[in-house]
């Protein structure tokens, strides 16, 4: 039996528990079908923005975010 398919994205989001200021989250959905905030899959909830090109390069995944998805998988 097939899992049913999880839809998810990443985003670099401002993230205050982060030295980098920035991290990447995971979000349920599509990316083109969110609002002005959202929660990550780790529970937080996130002001959207459009991140820059340096933001995708410097900001880490959030390894709660991976945990989760990757439980999510089996």
Same mark, same amino acid.
């Given at each position: 039996?097939?899992?049913?398919?999880?839809?998810?994205?990443?985003?670099? !989001? !401002? /993230? +205050?528990?982060?030295?980098?200021?920035? !991290?990447?989250? %995971?979000?349920?959905?599509?990316?083109? /079908?969110?609002? %002005? *905030? /959202?929660?990550?899959? =780790?529970?937080?909830?996130? =002001?959207? %923005?459009?991140?820059? +090109?340096? /933001?995708?390069?410097? %900001?880490?995944? =959030?390894?709660? =975010? *991976?945990?989760?998805?990757?439980?999510?998988?089996?």
């Amino acid at each position: 039996m097939t899992q049913p398919l999880q839809r998810y994205y990443w985003l670099p !989001v !401002v /993230d +205050e528990s982060s030295s980098g200021g920035m !991290v990447r989250h %995971a979000f349920s959905g599509r990316h083109a /079908d969110s609002g %002005a *905030n /959202d929660v990550s899959f =780790c529970g937080k909830r996130f =002001c959207l %923005a459009k991140p820059s +090109e340096m /933001d995708w390069i410097q %900001a880490p995944s =959030c390894q709660d =975010c *991976n945990s989760l998805l990757k439980a999510l998988k089996g």
